[in-house]
């Protein structure tokens, strides 16, 4: 399953940047942005290996996996992981 390719949505790369945007003028620093953006990438790589490692929804067969505070909701088509929200 390395051939797994992860694709964002847009809204998913909106929702995400702005959390990045809130985190950086909250704190007046990009560093919690870049920790969270690490521990994104981290759990992706996660996902490649084992896509139904997160908990299956009522929503039109997406699944959601937990990131601390936040979630990241996503779908497996073939051989696609495409991010719907975060």
């Known amino acids: ?4 390719r992860i694709f964002w949505t847009q809204t998913a790369i909106n929702q995400r940047n702005l959390i990045f945007e809130y985190w950086n003028k909250r704190n007046q620093s990009k560093a919690y942005s870049q ?9 992706i790589k996660l996902l490649k290996v084992n896509p139904f490692l997160g908990k299956k929804t009522d929503y039109n067969q997406a699944w959601i996996i937990s990131l601390g505070h936040y979630s990241i909701v996503y779908r497996k088509i073939y051989h696609h ?3 719907i929200g975060f």
């Open 81 to 83: 992981i495409i991010i």
């Open 1 to 4: 399953m390395d051939g797994l």
């Open 35 to 43: 920790k969270l953006n690490k521990k994104i990438k981290e759990r």
